[in-house]
């Protein structure tokens, strides 16, 4: 079973370090262990700690063919270095995998690697190495002079999981910014959680439960929810405002049907899905809306503790792309706002140029939006709007609150 651990989890590692695929593509076999997903997670989380390594050891780089190898003694340098996987057992179960692959002459090679870290480990553990890939190092202590150590922290920690309790089961907060919000001690199955299928709870960071009262939705608006998969901004829109009425779109049909399938465990009647791009106007019925919710497109740069494989498959010109698709959005749906109404932009980005700058280029280009400045004791403020860098209780998000005025 432990080999099989092994297996998995390298089949895991290579599908985003070779394939280049997101982590949350893979399919995990039915009966996976913690352990298998603790050490995917863990190795793409310190892949570039871990690779500089690696690399630094091997006399020659390996063919195309077997860079499975490569990433095989990735995992076994994650296991010596960051894991409570005693050594002996990490290097003897890892080279083991090597028969697994079919690739008996790689034993050798594994095993004095890796036997080469584990003599070199406490030198290794007191380097500094904050394991993000150089362009957005450089972005980050660019924009963050004064707070980049922690953020590079954050961002190699594992984020705790933080439900948003449902107002009719409500117990208690920890957080006065976000009501709602119950930071578990550790993570958990959700079927486990008491009434999870009736609707008790969504799992949403604290920092996405702020969308829905910032945008202050009331029973006789009409709302759209821009992007709006998976629906928790969506779900959390209706339980403010039960009596208004929310068109929620989004361009994917696959991540819709999630959205459908949070409506239903929630019974929530005021939600149409709509499918189709937030770019575009040829699914809106000319109905301007009161209130504007944007959740835009962009780098996840400030959920990367959630999800690590955005520092392998994030890349430089990926930013320009989004900055551009953001700007065509705000846009196309600014058009789409009455008069005296409310459009609310989020991301959950670190970059300014998707944030602050891209709301001070709006601003600019239309005489009729005034920033209202958001008042919550949370993130800091930015030129424009707030933001949140990553910490134990908040992703990294950034919020903008423009009005409309009659012109």
């Avoid at 034993?107 to 190495?129: F, G, M, P, T, Y």
């Avoid at 049909?253 to 899905?273: H, W």
């Avoid at 520092?311 to 551009?324: F, M, Q, T």
């Amino acid at each position: 079973m432990e080999n099989n651990t092994r297996t998995v989890a390298l089949q895991a590692i290579c599908s985003v370090v070779l394939e280049k695929k997101s982590l949350s593509a893979f399919v995990y076999p039915e009966e996976v262990s913690a352990l298998t997903k603790s050490l995917v997670f863990g190795t793409i989380r310190f892949y570039h700690q871990l690779n500089d390594i690696v690399s630094g050891l091997l006399k020659h780089s390996l063919k195309k063919e077997d860079l499975d190898i490569h990433c095989l003694m990735l995992l076994g340098a994650y296991q010596i270095l960051h894991s409570n996987v005693a050594a002996h057992a990490s290097i003897f179960e890892t080279v083991n995998v090597t028969n697994e692959l079919d690739k008996p002459w790689a034993k050798k090679l594994v095993n004095a690697i890796l036997r080469e870290i584990d003599r070199q480990k406490s030198v290794l553990q007191k380097q500094i190495h904050y394991s993000h890939p150089t362009w957005l190092l450089k972005k980050i202590k660019q924009y963050y002079p004064n707070d980049f150590e922690q953020i590079f922290q954050q961002n190699n920690t594992q984020a705790p999981m933080t439900l948003r309790v449902h107002p009719d089961f409500h117990k208690q907060s920890l957080l006065a910014v976000a009501p709602q919000a119950q930071i578990l001690d550790k993570a958990v199955n959700v079927y486990a959680i008491q009434d999870f299928d009736k609707g008790a709870c969504f799992v949403q960071d604290a920092s996405a439960q702020l969308a829905a009262p910032l945008l202050d939705p009331k029973n006789d608006d009409l709302i759209l929810d821009a992007c709006c998969a998976p629906g928790g901004k969506t779900t959390h829109l209706s339980e403010l405002a039960p009596q208004s009425k929310i068109i929620a779109l989004d361009n994917n049909p696959d991540r819709l049907k999630r959205v459908q399938e949070n409506i239903d465990r929630f019974k929530i009647k005021n939600i149409t899905l709509l499918q189709g791009k937030a770019q575009n106007q040829d699914w809106w019925d000319g109905k301007l809306f009161d209130k504007i919710l944007l959740d835009a497109p962009c780098s996840a740069t400030g959920v990367i503790r959630r999800h690590p494989d955005i520092k392998l498959l994030r890349k430089p010109k990926d930013i320009s792309a989004l900055v551009d698709l953001q700007k065509d959005i705000l846009n196309n749906l600014w058009m789409l706002l009455k008069p005296g109404g409310t459009l609310l932009y989020a991301t959950c980005s670190i970059l300014k140029n998707e944030n602050e700058t891209q709301i001070a280029q709006f601003l600019q280009t239309h005489d009729e939006a005034i920033e209202e400045e958001i008042t919550l004791d949370w993130g800091y403020k930015a030129t424009h709007g707030k933001q949140q860098i990553p910490c134990y209780e908040f992703d990294g998000f950034y919020y903008a609150k423009l009005k409309k005025i009659n012109h």
